[in-house]
């Protein structure tokens, strides 16, 4: 989105949510920075919502894709170039 970024994470044994959140700020503000943006990146503050069982991850997956066409950026989700997943195929794969 152009003002702001959902991330749907699950929990680590490694890492602590607020220090993903550390880091992920830290390098995409360098990178942005290396780039010519000047000023803030971040909020000081974040908006964090727990999911308790699958249905709400699939909720949340399908309120974070199609946020795109609530807000007329693209007519369909999968025509918007920022959106991923490296554990759900969001769209079904052409064939070939």
């Given at each position: 989105m152009?003002?702001?970024?959902?991330?749907?994470?699950?929990?680590?044994s490694?890492?602590?949510l607020l220090d993903?959140?550390?880091?992920?700020k830290s390098r995409s503000t360098r990178l942005a920075w290396q780039h010519d943006h000047r000023g803030a990146l971040w909020q000081a503050r974040y908006?964090?919502?727990f999911l308790r069982n699958d249905e709400d991850v699939l909720i949340a997956v399908d309120y974070i894709?199609?946020?795109p066409v609530r807000k007329e950026i693209v007519a369909?989700?999968?025509q918007y170039p920022y959106c991923?997943?490296?554990?759900y195929e969001l769209w079904p794969q052409p064939a070939g």
């Open positions: 152009p003002d702001h970024l959902h991330l749907l994470l699950s929990p680590s490694t890492v602590s993903f959140l550390r880091g992920y908006y964090d919502h894709v199609n946020n369909q989700s999968s991923g997943s490296f554990v």
